[in-house]
């Protein structure tokens, strides 16, 4: 609502202009603000609800793997499909800042976020770490006589050929992560011959970074490469399933957040931001999905008791964001047509 100043007014007037103007930008119209979120994250709907609980706005939100939010981005020619960008591996937030496909905003919760867990600019920030593993179905595992992996290294033995399954990197945050981290674990030359040997154990690139943990959670597939967050780690309360965490080394990076350019309700974008940065937010969060969460002073959540962040890889988080596309390039190079 904007109100025009006409000179002549009585004093009157101009205190109701000054009193209407107030209540628009008070809590109770705060309410009535909608922030539209594409969201890449478990336990999405609690979180954005205790959001609204504190905020008074409403969240309305589409679900979708960050790849794929990043190349429709692209695609519309940078036109936003949300006001806000919540989930998925930070390679893909990376390229979307560099692309000028997000709003810089660094928010006041943010300094307390380590440096490796944000962008310099603030284009984007890290909520949580998103680290990769195994789900593996134990009926499934039982009864084909195969032991458990417990490592990289065991995918690749031909007793698990046809029993692992793994998403397209191009689509799916998680596995691009795997194959950088990996690729910067090993090695160009023998990073690409590692993915080359796995590739003939998996009878296809599923196209949907959440289609391995429901195959192998449906006995469809022994083990799937998966996010090690507690969305898919208390599956085994419902499965016959359980989670490796390699011990050869965790791919990982932050699982971002960051605002579109040109959002329409730029204000409620930024509350979030703020929210999930703060100990409330990041507890509320943690609880609805069980993570490692970015601010320093948060515990390790008991479904990942033992672990520790010296199992991470040691990689370069800018590096696996600034070359996602030639390493998805060589992929497709690389990798035998599934």
Not at 62 to 69: A, N, P, R, Y
Not at 263 to 275: E, H
Not at 317 to 332: M, N, P
């Amino acid at each position: 609502m904007l109100c025009k100043f006409q000179p002549g007014k009585p004093q009157w007037y101009l205190t109701l202009l000054v009193l209407a103007f107030s209540l628009f930008n008070s809590p109770a119209f705060a309410a009535e603000q909608t922030l539209a979120v594409v969201a890449a994250y478990g336990g999405k709907e609690a979180i954005f609800a205790e959001f609204t609980k504190k905020t008074g706005i409403k969240v309305e939100f589409i679900d979708m793997s960050s790849g794929e939010v990043l190349a429709r981005t692209e695609a519309e020619g940078g036109k936003p499909m949300a006001d806000l960008w919540f989930g998925g591996g930070a390679d893909s937030f990376i390229k979307a800042g560099q692309k000028g496909l997000l709003e810089m905003y660094s928010s006041p919760e943010a300094a307390t976020v380590p440096p490796q867990y944000k962008d310099p600019k603030g284009y984007w920030t890290g909520v949580s770490l998103v680290m990769a593993g195994f789900l593996v179905n134990t009926e499934v595992l039982a009864e084909k006589k195969l032991p458990v992996p417990q490592t990289w290294a065991d995918l690749i033995k031909p007793e698990y050929k046809g029993e692992v399954l793994v998403a397209d990197p191009a689509i799916s945050g998680t596995t691009y992560a795997v194959v950088a981290c990996l690729l910067q674990k090993m090695g160009e030359e023998e990073g690409w011959k590692y993915f080359e040997a796995l590739s003939k154990n998996v009878p296809f690139f599923a196209k949907r970074g959440g289609e391995p943990p429901k195959k192998v959670a449906a006995g469809e597939m022994a083990v799937g490469v998966a996010p090690l967050s507690g969305e898919f780690i208390n599956m085994k309360n419902k499965f016959p399933i359980d989670t490796v965490f390699p011990k050869d080394g965790i791919p990982w990076v932050p699982a971002g957040m960051a605002i579109f350019k040109n959002a329409q309700n730029l204000a409620a974008a930024k509350a979030f931001v703020d929210w999930a940065l703060t100990v409330e937010g990041q507890t509320i969060i943690q609880e609805k999905d069980p993570r490692i969460m970015v601010r320093p002073e948060m515990p390790t959540p008991k479904e990942m008791q033992g672990f520790s962040t010296s199992d991470l890889i040691p990689v370069d988080i800018i590096k696996i964001g600034t070359e996602r596309q030639q390493v998805l390039d060589a992929w497709a190079k690389h990798m035998t047509a599934k």
